[in-house]
């Protein structure tokens, strides 16, 4: 049985992503850092008949995280194949007002929390030697300007830069990285701003904004052997918005 990790899991997303690779008949390791956001989302694998899944309430950003995974990875059925970094902050900030203390944790999450978990999962998969897929979740924001999104958008650019540059350090030793980019996309936390849907329906070319499988889809894609020879790529997923790039009206 193959194993993945999956972090910043328990809704949205991440959520989505665990789903799919266990009704693929994957085992699973995933986080959030909010017990009742993971309490809610084991009751609802609970509920799905999906059992074959770990859940670790913890920072993905923090050492304590990796060491508890690692022990975890050890004690779970499977053989690891890879990772999903999905765990990933956004701070909204006018530029001329952003302080330090909101990029000091932006880029401990989105920058060193997942550099530390990729050098962590990589390791693991040398040592195995099995030749795994690691797959960073970016954004739209890495690729085009947002309206008070210069600090967020910078760090998910970075993250596409990483999975490029990591191809020199992963490839000798058969593991591929990849991002996926992804667009206006509707969750819980989107669809705290009733508006949301709407107004993303009216300026993404196709029409609406994704659904969280839209996004899932395109991750199970790299960790699959359908992309055994794509490393190093970043894939936009967002109904064509960063062609033309209009910003909400909001």
């Not at 050890?74 to 330090?100: M, R, S």
């Not at 699959?224 to 190093?232: E, I, L, Q």
Request: glycine share 8%.
């Amino acid at each position: 049985m193959k194993k993945y990790v999956v972090t910043g899991a328990g809704q949205g997303i991440g959520f989505e992503i665990v789903k799919q690779l266990i009704q693929d008949g994957h085992y699973v390791i995933w986080n959030d850092m909010d017990d009742t956001i993971v309490n809610e989302a084991t009751l609802q694998l609970h509920e799905l008949g999906f059992s074959n899944h770990s859940a670790l309430i913890s920072d993905a950003s923090s050492p304590k995280f990796l060491d508890e995974l690692k022990d975890l990875i050890q004690k779970t059925p499977g053989t690891l194949h890879g990772c999903v970094c999905n765990a990933g902050i956004t701070t909204f900030g006018d530029f001329w007002e952003y302080q330090p203390a909101s990029m000091e944790r932006l880029l401990q999450v989105n920058l060193q929390g997942t550099f530390f978990l990729i050098q962590c999962i990589a390791k693991i998969l040398r040592n195995t030697g099995i030749k795994g897929s690691i797959v960073l979740t970016s954004s739209v924001t890495g690729h085009q300007a947002h309206p008070d999104l210069a600090a967020y958008g910078m760090t998910k650019a970075a993250l596409n830069q990483l999975a490029q540059n990591l191809v020199i350090d992963l490839s000798p030793v058969g593991i591929r990285i990849n991002a996926v980019s992804p667009g206006a996309t509707i969750t819980e936390r989107t669809m705290q701003d009733a508006a949301y849907k709407a107004e993303w329906a009216k300026i993404t070319p196709m029409g609406t904004a994704a659904q969280v499988d839209d996004i899932a889809d395109a991750v199970m894609f790299f960790l699959s052997d359908r992309a055994k020879h794509v490393t190093g790529q970043t894939l936009i997923v967002d109904g064509g918005w960063t062609s033309i790039s209009p910003p909400p009206k909001g």
